[in-house]
């Protein structure tokens, strides 16, 4: 069986990213045949080069590829690197010292209700200063392994898929579509329109 929509696919490999010297490369990640990376192929759960460099494999194949930082999370943006108002991580007017240190990440949400991780950089008397941008922004992502398993994705992986929410704000049922506030979601990539 070869990869392809809505396979479930299970594979081992090692990522790895540029080091600081020209040609040396440094793990970042590893998946391994105890505890692989698995995920549905085609809904959208993978960077889609990623897929496309795995489309047509099968059980035993090798693969060894290398994603741009444009085909991955995107370059470095240095604007995404704020200070933010130490208060606003007070609970009951106290910071928690277990919760807000350097290297830490915490969750956020913007003025939309969006949900979003930043890392904190540095925490002064006043300001946090956090960076936002993936922990994988800007770098080349190098991946070696094997693919271990490839079948086809059971109803319930795949109903359990189409539960999510939509991006309008309803939520998605394979039976009743998408309960959006209006009569059908206008929204070309919510998942209900697929």
Known sequence: MR????????????LFVDGENQGELELMERATEERPLSFIYGVGMMLPKFEENLYGLQAGDSFEFTINDEDAYGPYDEEAVID?????????????????????VVPLMDTDGNRFNAQIVTVTDQLVTVD????????????????LEVRDAS???????????CSCGGNCSSEEGCDCES????????????
Do not use: R, T, W
């Open 84 to 104: 933010l108002d130490k208060k606003i991580f007070e609970v009951d007017g106290k910071i928690d010292e277990n919760v807000v240190f350097e290297g830490n």
């Open 183 to 194: 009569d059908s979601c206008e929204d070309p990539n919510c998942s209900c329109n697929k």
């Open 3 to 14: 990869i392809e929509a809505n396979k479930s696919v299970s594979a081992k490999y090692d």
């Open 132 to 147: 936002l941008n993936h922990p994988l922004a800007g770098q080349n992502l190098h991946f070696k392994g094997q693919v």
């Open 155 to 165: 109803e319930a992986e795949l109903a359990a898929l189409m539960n999510n929410s």
